[in-house]
């Protein structure tokens, strides 16, 4: 299958700081990437889905100016949060998709945050 | 609103048997329905099942699509304790960005 890589796979920050996550597909072009969000015994929260190079589309309660997702070329998105708060720990994942003859799409290996 | 349920929620069992998770889903525009294995990181990908009553078959897993009644099953027979993980169920609707509406999951423990 394809393969999508996520960076870092896991990241302390202090409180008020920002911090970014990379996920990049390394052997295919990514039209869409998704990126989700998930607490401890708990599913996949789907955060936003980006397409290259337009505006995110957010999922209604997460905050456009606290997760802001980029994704500027087919094989590059990142989310960064921005003043992080300890309630934003969470383990973050991505996930990327091809072109429409790709009918799955691809998980990273996702990123655990920890907010102190 | 697009939902996905999942159950049951966790299931222990013993190593040899066989168990079987259930999915169903309420979706407008139904794509396909995905199966996803997550140990300690991200899921892994299992299964995609577009057509109802063909059966997909990966070694000791196995999963059907009813499109009629809304749901899915995923079997794992002979079951092992490297089968413990977390399974999760997905639709994907169609139109745009494609994105995947996830269940809440089914842990599995599966004990020596």
């Known amino acids: 299958g394809a393969v999508v890589s996520q960076h870092p796979s896991w990241v302390i920050c202090k409180s008020g700081t920002s911090v970014k996550i990379e996920c990049r597909s390394l052997?295919?072009?990514?039209?869409?990437m998704f990126w989700y969000r998930q607490f401890p015994k708990q599913s996949l929260m789907l955060m936003a889905t980006?397409?290259?190079?337009?505006?995110?589309?957010?999922e209604q309660g997460v905050e456009k100016d606290k997760f802001l997702i980029n994704h500027a070329s087919l094989t590059l998105s990142t989310l960064t949060v921005t003043s992080a708060h300890p309630e934003d720990s969470s383990f973050y994942i991505c996930?990327?998709?091809?072109?429409?003859?790709?009918?799955?799409?691809?998980f990273g290996q996702g990123t655990r945050l920890t907010v102190v | 609103e697009d939902k996905v349920v999942q159950s049951p929620l966790s299931l222990v069992v013993h190593e040899g048997d066989t168990v079987t998770l259930n999915c169903s889903y309420e979706?407008?525009?139904?794509?396909?329905l995905l199966w996803y294995k997550q140990e300690k990181k991200a899921p892994t990908f299992l299964f995609m099942l577009?057509?109802?009553?063909i059966e997909k078959k990966s070694g000791r897993l196995s999963s059907i699509l009813d499109k009629k009644e809304l749901f899915s099953i995923l079997n794992i027979t002979a079951t092992q304790t490297g089968d413990s993980a977390v399974y999760l169920c997905?639709?994907?609707?169609?139109?745009?960005?494609?994105?995947?509406?996830f269940g809440a999951g089914t842990i599995l423990r599966v004990k020596s």
């Open positions: 996930s990327a998709r091809g072109e429409q003859a790709m009918r799955e799409a691809f």
């Open positions: 052997d295919f072009q990514a039209t869409t």
């Open positions: 980006s397409n290259e190079g337009s505006k995110a589309t957010y």
């Open positions: 979706v407008t525009n139904f794509r396909s």
């Open positions: 577009t057509s109802s009553g």
């Open positions: 997905a639709v994907a609707p169609r139109g745009y960005g494609n994105k995947l509406v």
